[in-house]
Antibody, heavy 118, light 109 residues
Framework: QVQLVQSGAEVKKPGASVKVSCKAS????????ISWVRQAPGQGLEWMGW????????NYAQKLQGRVTMTTDTSTSTAYMELRSLRSDDTAVYYC???????????WGQGTLVTVSS | QSVLTQPPSASGTPGQRVTISCSGS????????VNWYQQLPGTAPKLLIY???QRPSGVPDRFSGSKSGTSASLAISGLQSEDEADYYC??????????FGGGTKLTVL
């Protein structure tokens, strides 16, 4: 069965960086892309970007350009999302999701809470 | 301010049919397919409807989706208490970004 298992919760200070991992299993990792979506407390979903697990091509949300980097390690079927220069409004639950063939997010990780606080 | 517009709340009684609307523009819903996600309290979102009206395996046929022009809607028939959740519509936008609705909180009375 398809599973995406994310790394644990993080607490960071403003200005720091965070790197969240998403380990995939149950399917051929390089046949699908991975998107990252975040959800601030009590708020809706916000798309952060996408990475092709096949060739590493990326597409980031404009508002995060320059602060976010998405990578994959095909040897371990793991995707990573690094966010730099953290601010308090980056406090959110971060989700990875597998991207289906017609651009839909068919499997989601359990989420990783990132708290940015001084 | 979300790019796709959804009502913040909806409600119904058990057995009733409810619909949730999602309004966009020509650059997103008008030219790309719509997906719907269900988020139960404290859990990750789950794909409910993809490509406007397709149900993934395991999703009951009580859930249906439709799209017309720059709007889409999700219908839930035979409402059950376990349907109480947040529902989000989403679509690809031609500005090369995925856009979501603000979410609709469904209450089963």
């Amino acid at each position: 069965q398809v599973q995406l298992v994310q790394s644990g919760a993080e607490v960071k200070k403003p200005g720091a960086s965070v790197k969240v991992s998403c380990k995939a299993s149950g399917y051929t990792f390089t046949s699908y892309g991975i998107s990252w979506v975040r959800q601030a407390p009590g708020q809706g979903l916000e798309w952060m970007g996408w990475i092709s697990a096949y060739n590493g091509n990326t597409n980031y949300a404009q508002k995060l350009q320059g602060r976010v980097t998405m990578t994959t390690d095909t040897s371990t079927s793991t995707a990573y999302m690094e966010l730099r220069s953290l601010r308090s409004d980056d406090t959110a639950v971060y989700y990875c999701a597998r991207v289906g063939s017609s651009w839909y997010f068919d499997y989601w990780g359990q989420g990783t809470l990132v708290t940015v606080s001084s | 301010q979300s790019v796709l517009t959804q009502p913040p709340s909806a409600s119904g009684t058990p057995g009733q049919r409810v619909t949730i609307s999602c309004s966009g523009s020509s650059s997103n819903i008008g030219s790309n397919t719509v997906n719907w996600y269900q988020q139960l309290p404290g859990t990750a979102p789950k794909l409910l409807i993809y490509s406007n009206n397709q149900r993934p395996s395991g999703v009951p046929d009580r859930f249906s989706g439709s799209k017309s022009g720059t709007s889409a809607s999700l219908a839930i028939s035979g409402l059950q208490s376990e349907d109480e959740a947040d529902y989000y519509c989403a679509a690809w936008d031609d500005s090369l970004t995925e856009v979501f609705g603000g979410g609709t909180k469904l209450t089963v009375l």
